[in-house]
């Protein structure tokens, strides 16, 4: 009886472990499909932000040599360079298939290596299968994909950092290429971004370090190998990193990306701003300051811990068993250049901000916002790697039980909501085509939102370019006849409209002129117009100025149930005078829910002296059938 208790707890057991390897492996895997699908839903075949700059330049095909090795944002990244024009040429620039290549490629790579690396350093399936469950940190969403084609360049270092740690201790000893095989992956880290040309010298100095601290134990050719292999990257990040430095910091080279303010260590906000990128990387941070902040200090805390148990164990003479060697070899190093990859955008990010951006808070809510969050992804599942050695016999429960809390906290913290931020980029795409084939074939210069964020006064030089390499996006943006407004709500020549409109941050000058105030507005309200705003899904709004120099307009709108305005629910343009003065803009937002019956324009974001010459509502598209065919002035 006692025997079959034991051989029913031995199969449970069994049983109950078997299901935990397979939960861990497949949470990443699970949330790397979850973001291709998501990319596949609400990708956008549309150029992002600095894709453009190509496009514009003339450049989206060239694989010349003076421009891949080009510096720009302080770094030269000739690999990603080669490989976006690649795209181009084969797949016509396309970001759905591109970015669904990169995300396979890049993404597919990390988790492949991980899970080698995590195997060959714990040799226990169980362990290695509930510490690579942590990966899932890695694959949420806000990182390099679903905007930029080109962001993740920045991944580019990692891929062949880990690659190197996997060819240098993972293939067989006596393989005769190892060497130059992790020299040639330290050259390409360094090519792709300077943080992988740092990351290449760091990670080659700790293998180096390391061999130096266990030489008075046994394993002599684990030793032997971290010190040959150590070299070999740690002269190739050296290399890259003088290449790194020569290129961008030459006269003349990248004077934009020059000109950024450095924070230095000194500095709090540069610690501040680091530990934000630390919170983010375990996902979208807590609403209340106070509870973030101990999110913050508990996870560094956590890692630092673990650093310190992997440095404890290997220097010891002779104390550390295999396990411990293996695990420090790849995590140590790793760390070091995650803290160094951190420095490097804390000194460069931290000062990268609009003037109202002051104090502790707002530059720690700050570094939530950008992507540079990732690299501090690859560090937990080796954390939970020390947690495993520190524990052993208690390891698998306590994995277990941190692979459950993990899940908790990414459910708290918004890592499993992958759809929302591809969502929300297809919505910004969906307006940079509104915008652009209203203005296409105009015979004005087409000026979106997105172009001011590139230094892209005028989006028609890039549109040549695009048609002459047959860029893919070009077929859904012809130049096409224009159309009509749509079905007026307000307009500025019907003096009954005109008592719709009330003044608020101005001052009436004669003629029609008003000099205004710091924050002039217009409000308007449209009670009682047909469609009623409710049933109203896109809103359009034209207005035209006499003004006495360039500005800024914003409309402010609000969704069905929104109590007030909000920055979130807003367009901003910029506008320039012609010769006589004359400015003309056009407005076009969208709700899924309706809107308000009120708007606000701020025609001026300061004190200047204009005339409104013309100002039109209308509704672009309406949810309420025949409402169309009528419009509040029968139009």
Not at 220 to 232: E, H, I, T, V
Not at 242 to 252: D, E, F, K, P, S
């Amino acid at each position: 009886m006692p025997r079959n208790h034991a051989d029913t707890a031995a199969v449970t057991g069994t049983a109950t472990a078997r299901w935990l390897r397979r939960l861990g492996l497949a949470l990443p895997l699970l949330m790397l499909a979850a973001n291709l699908l998501a990319w596949l839903r609400w990708g956008t075949d549309l150029p992002f932000l600095d894709d453009w700059r190509a496009y514009n330049e003339g450049r989206s095909t060239s694989l010349a040599l003076a421009r891949l090795f080009e510096a720009t944002n302080n770094t030269i990244a000739p690999v990603g360079l080669a490989l976006d024009a690649l795209a181009q040429r084969w797949l016509g620039g396309n970001p759905i298939a591109y970015q669904t290549l990169s995300m396979l490629g890049v993404l597919g790579s990390l988790l492949w290596l991980q899970w080698r690396l995590l195997g060959w350093a714990l040799r226990q399936p169980l362990w290695q299968a509930l510490a690579f469950g942590l990966c899932l940190f890695m694959l949420q969403s806000g990182s390099y994909w679903g905007e930029q084609n080109l962001a993740y360049h920045q991944a580019l270092p990692l891929v062949a950092l880990l690659g190197a740690a996997w060819l240098n201790f993972g293939l067989a000893p006596a393989a005769p290429w190892r060497l130059a095989g992790v020299g040639a992956l330290g050259v390409v880290a360094g090519l792709s971004y300077v943080s992988g040309a740092v990351g290449a010298l760091v990670m080659g100095l700790g293998w180096l370090a390391l061999a130096w601290l266990m030489r008075g134990q046994v394993a002599a050719a684990l030793r032997a190998r971290a010190a040959s292999g150590g070299a070999a990257l740690a002269l190739a990040g050296a290399l890259g990193t003088a290449l790194q430095i020569g290129l961008t910091r030459r006269a003349g080279a990248d004077a934009l990306g020059q000109s950024m303010w450095l924070t230095w260590p000194n500095d709090s906000d540069f610690w501040v701003f680091l530990a934000g990128k630390l919170g983010r990387a375990s996902g979208h941070g807590f609403e209340a300051l106070a509870l973030e902040a101990l999110w913050v200090a508990a996870l560094a805390l956590a890692l630092l811990g673990a650093a310190a148990l992997a440095l404890r164990a290997v220097a010891g003479a002779g104390k550390a068993g295999a396990r411990w060697r293996r695990v420090a070899l790849v995590w140590l190093p790793l760390a070091a250049l995650v803290l160094a990859y951190l420095g490097l955008v804390s000194l460069g990010r931290a000062g990268l901000r609009e003037a109202g951006v002051q104090g502790a808070e707002a530059v720690f809510r700050l570094a939530y916002g950008r992507f540079h969050f990732f690299w501090v992804t690859l560090l937990l599942p080796w954390a939970a790697a020390v947690l495993a050695l520190a524990l052993r016999r208690r390891a698998a429960p306590a994995l277990a039980a941190l692979l459950t809390l993990a899940c908790g906290a990414a459910l708290a913290r918004g890592v499993f909501d992958v759809g929302a931020y591809y969502r929300s980029a297809s919505a910004f795409r969906a307006g940079e085509i509104r915008c652009l084939s209203r203005q296409l074939g105009s015979g004005q210069p087409v000026r979106c939102p997105g172009f001011d964020m590139v230094g892209m006064p005028d989006w028609t030089r890039a549109y040549l370019h695009a048609r002459a390499v047959g860029a893919s996006f070009v077929r859904y943006l012809p130049i096409v006849e224009r159309e009509g407004f749509g079905h007026d709500w307000l307009r500025w020549e019907m003096p009954a409209d005109r008592a719709r409109v009330q003044w608020h941050g101005a001052q009436p000058l004669a003629d029609g002129w008003v000099q205004t105030t710091d924050d002039p507005q217009l409000q308007l309200s449209l009670q009682g117009v047909t469609p009623a705003p409710p049933d109203c899904r896109v809103l359009g709004v034209q207005l035209a100025v006499r003004a006495a120099q360039p500005g800024v307009a914003q409309l402010f709108y609000r969704r069905r149930g929104m109590a007030g305005y909000s920055e979130l629910a807003a367009v901003r343009k910029p506008y320039a005078p012609d010769a006589e003065g004359l400015a003309r803009l056009e407005f076009a937002v969208d709700s899924p829910t309706g809107f308000e019956p009120a708007l606000r324009l701020d025609p001026a974001d300061g004190p200047v002296r204009l005339q409104l010459l013309d100002l039109r509502v209308a509704c672009r598209l309406s949810a309420t059938p025949g409402a169309a065919e009528e419009g509040s002035h029968g139009r």
